[in-house]
């Protein structure tokens, strides 16, 4: 009797452990680096700690990586994740023009503080969802501005400009508009870009320069 209860828990044990063979997750991971160093990091808007990190068990495809510290722009770049390999991604942070208000002084000695628009510019940008391959290419490019002043800016502009290796290969101006105190816009705009063949989602940068505010 107890040999087969032996025998029968035996074939349970074997038919479960054949059941639950895990599948194994093409990964591969991701080390980011920053100058300055301690900046935010995020993995297609997800927090992955501060730089420098190693992001462990990606699943492997496209991702958009973003580098935020206080006092500079936010880094964006587009990459691909490949299974079983790291790939290095280093930033260099640009310090952010920083808006300092104006006093006026009055007949007492008193300094009144003047209210001003702050504007932060950030985005990216990605090919079309239907790739043309011409030259120049149309890319999408999304831009993002806050307000984080205490007063209205009634037109904001900026301009996209698209860098290989450091040099600028093409941009586009953008135009925002009115955004409020404490205020959000967006934008999304094409722009047409002569392409070089070595170029790829990695050695492109896009950075949002000459913003220009209407109080």
Same mark, same amino acid.
């Given at each position: 009797?107890f040999?087969?209860?032996?025998?029968?828990?035996?074939?349970?044990?074997?038919?479960?452990? $054949?059941c639950?063979?895990? @599948?194994?997750?093409?990964?591969?991971?991701?080390?980011?680096?920053?100058?300055?160093?301690?900046?935010?990091?995020? @993995?297609?808007?997800?927090? *992955?700690?501060?730089?420098?990190?190693?992001? *462990?068990?990606v699943? #492997? $495809?496209?991702?958009?990586i973003?580098v935020?510290?206080?006092?500079?722009?936010?880094?964006?770049q587009?990459i691909?994740?490949?299974?079983g390999?790291? !790939?290095?991604?280093?930033?260099?942070?640009?310090?952010?023009? %920083?808006? !300092?208000? /104006?006093?006026?002084?009055?007949?007492?000695?008193i !300094?009144?503080?003047?209210t001003?628009?702050? !504007?932060?510019i $950030? &985005?990216?940008?990605t090919?079309?969802? /239907?790739?043309?391959? /011409?030259?120049p290419?149309? @890319?999408? %490019? *999304?831009?993002? $501005?806050?307000?984080? &002043?205490? #007063?209205?800016a009634?037109?904001?502009?900026t301009?996209?400009?698209?860098?290989?290796?450091?040099q600028?290969?093409?941009?586009?101006?953008?135009y925002?508009?009115?955004?409020k105190?404490?205020? *959000?816009?967006?934008?999304? /705009?094409?722009m047409p870009?002569?392409?070089?063949?070595?170029?790829?989602?990695?050695n492109?940068?896009? #950075?949002?320069?000459?913003?220009v505010?209407?109080?």
């Amino acid at each position: 009797m107890f040999q087969k209860i032996a025998i029968c828990i035996t074939m349970l044990c074997v038919f479960l452990c $054949g059941c639950t063979t895990p @599948l194994s997750e093409k990964t591969g991971s991701v080390n980011i680096t920053s100058s300055p160093s301690g900046a935010e990091v995020y @993995l297609d808007s997800d927090y *992955h700690g501060t730089t420098p990190n190693i992001i *462990h068990a990606v699943p #492997a $495809g496209n991702y958009m990586i973003e580098v935020r510290e206080r006092g500079y722009q936010t880094w964006y770049q587009n990459i691909t994740v490949d299974s079983g390999s790291t !790939i290095a991604v280093s930033s260099s942070l640009v310090p952010r023009a %920083v808006s !300092i208000p /104006t006093s006026i002084p009055t007949i007492l000695p008193i !300094i009144t503080k003047r209210t001003v628009p702050e !504007i932060h510019i $950030g &985005g990216y940008w990605t090919y079309p969802a /239907t790739r043309s391959f /011409t030259n120049p290419e149309p @890319l999408l %490019v *999304h831009v993002e $501005g806050s307000n984080v &002043g205490d #007063a209205d800016a009634r037109i904001v502009t900026t301009s996209a400009n698209m860098y290989l290796n450091g040099q600028q290969i093409c941009w586009t101006p953008v135009y925002l508009g009115t955004i409020k105190a404490g205020g *959000h816009a967006t934008a999304d /705009t094409m722009m047409p870009c002569t392409l070089p063949s070595d170029a790829n989602s990695q050695n492109l940068l896009i #950075a949002f320069e000459n913003v220009v505010v209407t109080p």
